[in-house]
């Protein structure tokens, strides 16, 4: 799940018929709306391209709306994509570790809250227990979502951050499993008025394989959900 080369996300975008001048708009066909629809738009904006949507609801709410749709494939002209990597928008293991001494950067967790806490298991996950990095706090990309599947309003979504006492004029890393729903952390704190949020691209994944058994906190009875 982790970011391609530059070259690769260049080759694969432009033979999509993307270019540098295209406004990209980005959707899934997810149940609840949206899900894997922001991390491709986080992927775009973090090889430099910064005129990518996402479609409000998704193709649920496209559907339900009766907008018209096709069952014939797209068959674009390749075009000429540059992508050039914004190292702001990503963090590595080893920067979010040395973070836990510097706490420079707000860590915010999207997976569920049971997922978060270790009391429910990661699914579909052989040799991954739950529970979190040290220091991180839980708020799960469902909750950015109304029932019908729609990003709620910004007012909604800075009094979410503001409960969980994400301060949005301060530094922020999002991260989940394996760096999809974090860029759900990322959508939200953009439409919030901030750009900058950080995404932890190996997230919980890497981190139970990586860090330091200290730095993973979980509330599971012998170590297992």
Same mark, same amino acid.
């Given at each position: 799940?982790? &970011?391609?080369?530059?070259?690769?996300?260049?080759? %694969?975008?432009?033979?999509?018929? #993307?270019?540098?001048?295209?406004?990209?708009?980005? *959707?899934?066909? @997810?149940?609840? /709306?949206?899900? *894997?629809?922001?991390?491709?738009?986080?992927?775009?904006?973090?090889?430099?391209?910064?005129?990518?949507?996402? &479609?409000?609801?998704?193709?649920?709410?496209?559907? +339900?709306?009766?907008?018209? =749709?096709?069952?014939?494939?797209?068959?674009?002209?390749?075009?000429?994509?540059?992508?050039?990597?914004?190292?702001?928008?990503?963090?590595? *293991?080893?920067?979010?570790?040395?973070?836990?001494?510097? +706490?420079?950067?707000?860590?915010?967790?999207?997976?569920?809250?049971?997922? %978060?806490?270790?009391?429910?298991?990661?699914?579909?996950?052989?040799?991954?227990?739950?529970?979190?990095?040290?220091?991180? =706090?839980?708020?799960?990309?469902?909750?950015?979502?109304?029932? @019908?599947?729609?990003?709620?309003?910004?007012?909604?979504?800075?009094?979410?951050?503001?409960?969980?006492?994400?301060?949005?004029?301060?530094?922020?890393?999002?991260? $989940?499993?394996?760096?999809?729903?974090? $860029?759900? #952390?990322? &959508?939200?704190? %953009? &439409? $919030? /008025?901030?750009?900058? =949020?950080?995404?932890?691209?190996?997230?919980?994944?890497?981190?139970?394989?990586?860090?330091?058994?200290?730095?993973?906190?979980?509330?599971?009875?012998?170590?297992?959900?």
């Amino acid at each position: 799940m982790m &970011l391609p080369s530059e070259a690769r996300f260049a080759d %694969y975008v432009g033979h999509l018929g #993307i270019s540098n001048d295209t406004h990209v708009v980005v *959707y899934d066909g @997810d149940h609840l /709306g949206s899900f *894997y629809a922001p991390r491709i738009w986080w992927m775009f904006r973090v090889f430099g391209h910064r005129t990518v949507s996402v &479609l409000n609801g998704g193709f649920r709410n496209w559907l +339900k709306e009766g907008h018209p =749709v096709t069952s014939e494939p797209s068959r674009p002209e390749p075009a000429v994509f540059k992508a050039t990597l914004d190292r702001s928008l990503l963090k590595t *293991y080893e920067q979010v570790l040395e973070n836990l001494e510097s +706490k420079r950067f707000q860590l915010v967790d999207s997976r569920t809250q049971g997922r %978060y806490l270790g009391t429910e298991p990661e699914p579909d996950a052989v040799g991954l227990d739950s529970g979190h990095i040290r220091g991180s =706090v839980n708020m799960p990309f469902m909750d950015f979502l109304t029932e @019908d599947g729609f990003e709620k309003s910004p007012e909604m979504l800075r009094a979410m951050f503001e409960a969980k006492q994400v301060d949005l004029a301060k530094p922020v890393i999002a991260t $989940c499993r394996k760096g999809v729903t974090a $860029c759900h #952390i990322a &959508l939200a704190a %953009y &439409l $919030c /008025g901030k750009p900058d =949020v950080a995404i932890y691209d190996g997230s919980w994944f890497e981190w139970f394989h990586r860090a330091p058994p200290e730095t993973r906190v979980s509330q599971a009875k012998d170590g297992k959900a």
